[in-house]
Each structure stands twice: as C-alpha cells, then as structure tokens.
C-alpha cells in the first residue's frame, strides 16, 4: 500500500478512522471524509502528511466532488475508496420517525452510489479498488432495522453490479460484510432498545458477539491491499452469506414471525418511550 491514495468515507470515528490509521501505518496517503470537522481535523494532525481531511456529506453530490478534486489536487489521485460511512435509526415502518428510516437508505445506500459516482473518473485512472461497507444485515433481516437491512442488501448488489461495469476498466470491487463491532453505533443501539439487545444475545454464532473495531479496521485494510472481492467480520459471517436462502426462506421466515409476536410490541413501547430518531452519541453520517 505504500504510496497508494485510500479515500475513506465517514472517517470521524469508529472503522472509518482505524482504517485510516492503518492504513497510513502501511504506507498509504488518506483522504478523511466525514460530517465532524473538529474530529477530522485532529485525526488528519495525528497522521501528519500523509492525510487531508473534508467536510462532505455524502447525499451532497457538490461537497463529494469538491472532496475528490480536494484529495486529487494534494496526492495526484485515488487509488481505493472505502465508502464507509452509515448511520443507523430508531423505528418500526409504524413507530418512529419516518424521515430517520428514509435518511438511513440515503445515507446508506445513496451515499455510497453517490461516492462511487464522485470518483469513478480517478478510480479508473488509476486502475483502482471500491471496498463498498454492507454488513450481515444483507443477508435476514430483524425488526427494527428495514431501512438498514434494505440498504446493505442494495449496497451489495450495487456493487455487484458495478463490479461488472467496472471490470474493463481495470477496476476491482470488493464488499464488506460485518456482524456487530463495538462501535458509538452499535452501543447506542443497545443502550437505547432493551428488547433490542435481548435479542442480539439470543441470535447464532458471531452474530450475539461485538467485534473490536480494530480488528474489523484491520480486515479492511487487508482488503485493500489484497483488492478482496468480499470480506466477512469475522470471518463466520460468510456462513451467513451461505445459508441466507435457509434464513428468508418458508422455515426461518415462520421462525422469526413467532419471536417478532412478542418482541416487536417490546421493542415499539420502547421506541415510543425514547422519542428521538437515532442514537443519543452518534453523529449524524458515522459509524
């Protein structure tokens, strides 16, 4: 990675600015985009030359380009981008705040068409790799997280399909699939909904366990060094990805319904009592 220019959305904290860290560690310049100024500004001083940081959100097409000429005109290109950034809401399709699900598809799932769409032209010049952030919500679903779940599984195919038109360009795209990882995200979720950690803690394998941020930081480094086409965290997840026809089909469908009976009811009692959109410490577009 020595030299290479990586373009990380949603850099402020958590994955995105591990990420940048180690990626900086392995000898690669990185451009920090994100919402949080005075957190961009002081990772980009921790890393000295070999970063540059923008205010960008990425449902703004103008500040995104003005992010991609920005990095150009400091580095001489992009190499790779890791469109990372993602937010998460709080709500049912019936309780909650109706503009948080949609802003969580935009973000999401917009965000990073938007991010790609931005830097294609360098990207390609360079002959370069996307590492697009889905998780192991593209795989079943739970209740509560629709506007998390139908973006992540359209980030996936998204770049499936980009990956396709890419191809001729000399360009590699890899998806990132996660379970939880502790992050501002992921521990707001918990501390907020009750019925929401109760059943995290029931679910299967990886998927009732964190995983530390530096080592999900450290999995997507390696994915860009390797230009990776998938990458599960931990690894595990990729049984997920195996057995989702099991998970969405007629036996585990009927399975989920009967647990949702119950919980469903608990967890929108405790989103009416929480009253807010979103998690109370994280910021609007980071994970």
Known sequence: MKDTVVFITGAARGIGAHTARLAVARGARVALVGLEPDRLADLATSLGDAARWFEADVTDQAALDAAVRGT????????TVVANAGIANRGTIAVGDLEALVRT??????????????????????????????SAAAFAALPGMSGYCAAKSGVEHFGNAIRLELAH????????HMSWVDTDMVRDVKDDLPTFRAALERLPGPFSRSVPVERCAAAFVDAVARRRRRVYVPRSVALASAFRSVANGAFGSWVSRRAAATSVPELEDQLAALGRGYGRNTAPQSR
């Open 169 to 176: 360009r000399g360009v590699s795209v890899g998806t990132a």
């Open 105 to 134: 598809i935009e973000v999401n799932l917009v965000g990073t068409v938007r991010t790609v769409g931005a830097t294609v032209a360098a990207v390609s010049a360079r002959r370069g790799y996307y590492l697009l952030v889905s």
């Open 72 to 79: 150009v005109d400091a580095f001489g290109g992009i190499d």
